[in-house]
């Protein structure tokens, strides 16, 4: 009776129900004897797996790793505030309970885990590591957390071994997800070794060339310069060292994290942090300290290891590298230097072969040779302090592998974060789609890329919130091989070339742009404006639709082939809706310029020449918008404010454009005007920069004069001009 009193009363006390107290192997009592409670503990769970945490509390485990009950030192029954789930319903990590609040949503998580706790006992919050070992966090000011081990028992089938634990090698699947009891697969043979922490956070002390380990936790081997991480947990660093590296080796399950708590370390001879085989590996910044990383300014060390079954070698390729999935957390300061002069192997800040997240608000500062943030699969930003000097890239995703892109990697998402790059090459580069968006903050992004695009992917860019000012000085300031959206934010781009490019199409809907200084303001195949304010500078063409082979009937979505501007392209517009001002001076301009069509239907359009400019000539010519003159107005062949293929139509919205030379035009007024004046109709008005001799207009404006805009309401581009309108 005693094994169906454990194994069914206690659990029975753990859900509320009545328990009858007194039955055993001879007459009825009052109550249990009180050595049926504390009998060996190994036997207090009855039938169920019995661990404890070294401090005589006993912890009593279904097959599935369930926590049903634990018994105290004293002999107090204790019950797990999420109610254990009952294991013929259970199979496999996923449907382990997890602490949820009375709406139903995830508590926080404590102590810097990643994930909820699967049960609670009053401060204690207990979790599984990757290798399926159970611990608990204190959730007090020190997170103390404690690993729990199999109690011993006389038989042999129960022993754990003191130091590491075998795990089948017969197959690469977690064990978590096996149907087999999870503490028989820690007690199984096999030729695999893997390490098991001892429940002790280790602590590394770096001075010079000496190192102390305290809580050595069995999973930190110091033997020579290389400080081997070998097994999932925490593991404090702090020091100052120039004589060391650090090497996570853990088991492909593990989770590693790194604290970094006023860290100096600079590598003889490799990188500073070196993680090849883990499952995740985190850097967390310690709240209140200041960390330095350098790597060696060549490479002597040539790694050969296994992954995934294929032999490979490897060469470390920067300051931190990482094999694995990379997360750095926390609030404290970073700086990382990269001084490996041969660039063609290594020089990148912070690079790893998977994915790279940054989130909370840790303060990283790099300096590099060559890319200062490499995620080859993914780079994700949700805040923190970000200040990249690179040779090559500041921030790069270059997956190549084309059956990861179909899968939606090599992606960069920045949700958060104020980020500043000052590059050689591209400012953020990403071999598929790029977002910007905003999260728990708002992205501030600063770009200034001197040979380099400023922002560039090679399939979809998304901009839906964010302030950015990007800058580059010889090459396009936001690209995009095939789409550009633009959902909101406030955009500024200074560029040598384009201003904002797409190869196929750009679509503005919402937010604000100020492309301030380009060659071409903006240019794509399809250009579509449906909203936001833009104001656009170009000394080639402000808007420029072009780029599209002819017969082209990609419009731009998913998918869409690439491709540069071609001549004898094609090119469509349509301003639907929103505020935009276009401008362009030079010697041989367009401010709108369409190698197709242009259709207006809606939206407020503003064009201007500010100053003087010869345009494509002043040769005659009988435009597609209209005749060789109306009103005084006469057309060229080449150019001015307006040059379309196949004409431009307007059918709704306003527009006015301000210039001495027009290749075509809905209806024009040849009338000097001047910079002191505002022009239009009584509904819509604006005052132009410069001064000429024709005056453009359609939509709702039938006519134009002088326009006195007391009363009025005005939108404001960020170029500090006003367009005025009731």
Known sequence: ?????????????????????????????????????????????????????????????????????????????????????????????????????????????????????????????????????????????????????????????????????????????????????????????????????????????????????????????????????????????????????????????????????????????????????????????????????????????????????????????????????????????????ASCADTSYCGNGIHTTKDLKIKDAPNISISAKKHAIKGKRSVEVEGGILNLTAGGDGIKADEDDATKLAEGKGYIAILGGTITITSKDDGIQASNYIVIADSATTPSITVNASAGKGIVSDSMLFIHAGILNVTSTSDDGIHSNLSIVFNGGQTTVSAGDDGIHADSALHVNNGYINVVKAVEGMEAGYMYFDGGVTSTYGTDDGWNAAGLTSGSTNTGGWGGPGGGMQSNSTGYLYIRGGYHYVSASGGDIDVLDANGTATQTGGVLILEIPTSSSGGGSMPFAGPGGGSSSGGCSTNGTGGLIDTDNGYTISGGVMLAFGSQTEEYPNCTATSYTNTNYYGSSNAAFKPQGSGSMILYGGSISSVSTVDVSGMNSVTFLNGLSYYYK
């Not at 859900?15 to 050595?35: I, N």
């Not at 290389?226 to 060292?241: N, S």
């Open 1 to 337: 009776m005693k094994s169906f009193f454990q194994k069914i009363g206690f659990p029975l006390l753990c859900t509320g129900s009545v328990v009858l107290f007194g039955c055993s192997d001879s007459d009825s009592s009052s109550g249990p004897e009180e050595a049926d409670i504390l009998e060996p503990v190994n036997s207090v769970c009855g039938d169920y797996q019995p661990l404890e945490d070294g401090l005589g509390n006993t912890y009593c485990l279904d097959d599935f790793g369930n926590l049903v009950y634990s018994v105290a030192a004293d002999g107090t029954i204790l019950c797990p505030e999420t109610p254990a789930v009952s294991s013929s319903s259970v199979e496999g990590d996923s449907l382990l309970p997890a602490l949820s609040s009375s709406s139903g949503e995830i508590e926080t998580y404590i102590c810097g885990e990643t994930t909820a706790p699967l049960n609670v006992l009053g401060s204690k919050y207990f979790y599984r590591d990757a290798l399926g070992m159970y611990y608990y966090e204190m959730n007090d000011s020190s997170c103390t957390k404690i690993y729990l081990t199999v109690v011993a028992s006389s038989s042999s089938s129960a022993e754990l071994p003191s130091d590491t634990v075998s795990v089948s090698s017969s197959s690469a699947e977690n064990p978590l997800n096996s149907s087999s009891s999870w503490i028989e697969i820690l007690k199984s043979s096999s030729s695999v070794e893997v390490i098991v922490p001892n429940g002790s956070a280790p602590l590394l002390t770096f001075s010079g060339s000496a190192l102390t380990v305290e809580n050595n936790n069995n999973c930190v081997d110091t033997a020579g310069t290389l400080v081997k991480i070998l097994c999932a947990g925490d593991y404090t660093l702090t020091g100052t060292t120039s004589n060391y590296e650090i090497f996570v080796s853990a088991d492909a399950f593990d989770k590693v994290y790194l604290y970094l708590s006023n860290l100096s370390l600079t590598s003889p001879d490799d990188a500073a942090i070196y993680a090849q085989s883990a499952d995740k590996v985190f850097l967390m910044l310690v709240d209140g300290t200041s960390n330095t990383l350098g790597d060696a300014s060549s490479r002597t060390k040539t790694w050969s290891y296994t992954d995934e079954g294929e032999y490979k070698t490897d060469t470390t390729k920067a300051v931190v590298y990482s094999k694995k999935d990379l997360t750095i957390k926390g609030s404290g300061y970073l700086t990382v230097t």
